[in-house]
């Protein structure tokens, strides 16, 4: 039930749930700092059952401060940019980035290997946002993918191997999970025929 004119415009909502999103982050790391890193043992463990668990709470956990700024603005961007999709639809894409992708990282990657950090999720919602456009036919989701794809579309040669300590199975597989996400919220897809 709503009072009229108490709801907020659907970009107010974005932007509310993009900030809470990475203050959330902040606040993590600041207990995992005061916690001497023990936090971020909670990751991505491929193939262990624990590791399970990590698939829920690796984007939640950053090896850092500077790893944490590093996702700050991008993790602001492009998450405002999918929840201004549609909250549901936006949350629902989130839901599969977050899970296929960290699912295909704990089937994937290498033996006694951890993996954290947000940037699954900012790859995925980065190709969501490109593949959405495409998937749907709409020409301001295709102008908004394009305009994600020259800001942010350099970022995406992290999800080829190269950089020590970086996950870029996280990356790849929170790509290819962003446009499955795209696919499967579609206005044309099983989650929009139900709407």
Request: charged share 10%; net charge neutral; aromatic share 8%.
């Amino acid at each position: 039930m709503s009072i009229q004119g108490t709801e907020r415009p659907a970009w107010q909502l974005a932007a509310a749930g993009a900030i809470g999103f990475v203050a959330l982050l902040w606040v993590i790391e600041g207990i995992d700092v005061a916690a001497s890193h023990r936090l971020d043992g909670w990751g991505i463990r491929p193939r262990s059952d624990e590791g399970l668990l990590g698939i829920l709470a690796a984007p939640l956990l950053h090896g850092g401060w500077g790893h944490l700024v590093a996702n700050t603005v991008p993790a602001l961007v492009l998450g405002f940019l999918t929840l201004a999709t549609g909250i549901a639809r936006g949350l629902a894409a989130t839901a599969v980035i977050w899970l296929a992708g960290g699912l295909a990282v704990w089937l994937v990657a290498g033996d006694h290997s951890v993996h954290i950090g947000a940037s699954g999720l900012i790859f995925g919602w980065l190709t969501y946002l490109v593949a959405q456009g495409v998937v749907d036919r709409k020409p301001v989701e295709i102008a908004i993918g394009v305009g994600v794809l020259l800001v942010y579309g350099g970022v995406l040669w992290g999800v080829l191997p190269g950089q020590p300590g970086v996950s870029w199975q996280g990356h790849l597989f929170g790509a290819i999970a962003g446009v499955l996400a795209a696919l499967v919220v579609s206005e044309r897809g099983p989650v929009g025929r139900r709407r």
